[in-house]
């Protein structure tokens, strides 16, 4: 249901902007793509992976903590955008969709690869 009340802050946010904030609030970086892809390649800064498609990450949103500080990101920012959405609606105050992995390691974010 629609409430017109809700206060929904942009989840969004731009690599440079991710720079930016994780320097000042490490937060904690969470991957949202299956394992499959987690396991080709991730963040080295990754915290967590929760497989959003599966349900994993829906099942773990209780056990997160609100007053904390997390960072999302997925192959294109879709899906971590959709489960920042969600952390929103469940009362979590700071959450970004900091976007696809691809263009996070090409920012020169630090990446573990498969071979």
């Known amino acids: 249901m629609f ?13 440079d902007h ?5 320097e000042k609030e490490r937060g904690i970086v969470i991957d949202v793509r299956t394992k499959q892809e987690y396991n080709a390649g991730h963040l080295k ?16 949103i209780e056990n997160f903590d609100k007053n904390k500080t997390y960072y999302l990101y997925c192959r294109t920012g879709n899906r971590s955008g959709q489960a920042a959405r969600i952390m929103q609606n469940e009362g979590f105050k700071n959450v970004f969709n900091v976007g696809g ?11 573990n690869m498969s071979e």
Not at 3 to 15: A, L, P, Q
Not at 46 to 55: I, V
């Open 45 to 60: 800064i990754t915290d967590a992976q929760y497989d959003f498609l599966n349900g994993e990450f829906q099942d773990q």
């Open 3 to 15: 409430n017109i009340f809700s206060k929904t802050t942009e989840v969004n946010v731009s690599i």
């Open 101 to 111: 992995f691809e263009e996070l390691a090409e920012a020169g974010f630090d990446a």
């Open 18 to 22: 991710f720079k930016e904030m994780i």
